[in-house]
């Protein structure tokens, strides 16, 4: 987390990445060692724009260029969402309560595209795979399904100009689902 941007109020700066291709089916990584599914996401660092670290984010963790793909568009404001008590790294100064994310919208500019998850020493997936534009509101850790359902709903418009897709019959049961049910065992 070191030159990560973390504001007066505790929230890291992040960029999230919902990759689209196709007829609208999106990128899922799975977390190295099985730790659930989740899309590319990251930290901003100190003096970067988020457009900026959305690319440099897209190349570390899956292997993309800046030329493969297309910036369809990204969410007006910043989603937050907490870290539960037991992720909170207190010894860390400033301590990082949640995170604040920008989430974007890219579209692959063309197919077979092959994805490189090690471009870091510390590779964030092992495993993708394609999903419905709606499922990884299913698929996400409890914390932090809210921001993946606010900001899935707010891109939706630029991601299906032609009219979005009705919502999938687990969404309300989902939306309910308490915020603090504990974590899937990793």
Same mark, same amino acid.
């Given at each position: 987390?070191?030159?990560?941007?973390?504001?007066s109020d505790g929230f890291r700066a992040n960029v999230?990445? #919902?990759?689209?291709?196709?007829?609208?089916?999106?990128?899922?990584?799975? *977390? +190295?060692?099985?730790?659930?599914? $989740?899309f590319p996401q990251g930290g901003m660092r100190t003096?970067?724009?988020?457009?900026?670290? #959305?690319?440099?984010?897209?190349?570390?963790?899956?292997?993309?260029? !800046?030329?493969?793909?297309? =910036?369809?568009?990204?969410?007006? %404001?910043? &989603?937050?969402?907490? =870290?539960?008590?037991?992720?909170? !790294?207190?010894?860390? $100064?400033? #301590?990082?309560?949640?995170?604040?994310? *920008?989430?974007?919208? &890219? !579209?692959? %500019? %063309?197919?077979?595209?092959?994805?490189?998850?090690?471009?870091?020493?510390?590779?964030?997936?092992?495993?993708?795979?394609?999903? +419905?534009?709606?499922?990884? #509101?299913?698929?996400?850790? @409890?914390?932090? /399904?809210?921001? @993946?359902? /606010?900001?899935?709903?707010? &891109?939706?418009? =630029?991601?299906?100009?032609?009219?979005?897709?009705?919502?999938?019959?687990?969404?309300?049961?989902?939306?309910? /689902?308490?915020?603090?049910?504990?974590?899937?065992?990793?």
């Amino acid at each position: 987390m070191a030159g990560d941007v973390i504001d007066s109020d505790g929230f890291r700066a992040n960029v999230g990445i #919902v990759l689209m291709r196709g007829a609208g089916e999106v990128f899922l990584g799975r *977390r +190295s060692r099985g730790r659930g599914w $989740q899309f590319p996401q990251g930290g901003m660092r100190t003096g970067e724009s988020p457009e900026q670290a #959305v690319f440099r984010e897209l190349n570390e963790e899956i292997g993309l260029e !800046r030329d493969d793909v297309e =910036l369809v568009g990204h969410t007006a %404001r910043w &989603l937050r969402y907490r =870290l539960p008590a037991r992720y909170v !790294r207190r010894n860390q $100064q400033p #301590v990082c309560i949640g995170q604040k994310q *920008r989430w974007f919208l &890219l !579209r692959l %500019r %063309r197919e077979p595209m092959r994805f490189d998850f090690e471009r870091t020493d510390e590779p964030e997936f092992d495993e993708w795979r394609w999903a +419905s534009f709606w499922e990884p #509101v299913r698929e996400i850790i @409890y914390f932090k /399904r809210a921001v @993946y359902r /606010r900001a899935l709903l707010e &891109l939706a418009p =630029l991601a299906f100009p032609q009219g979005v897709p009705p919502l999938p019959d687990w969404w309300d049961e989902v939306a309910r /689902r308490p915020s603090r049910e504990p974590a899937p065992a990793e």
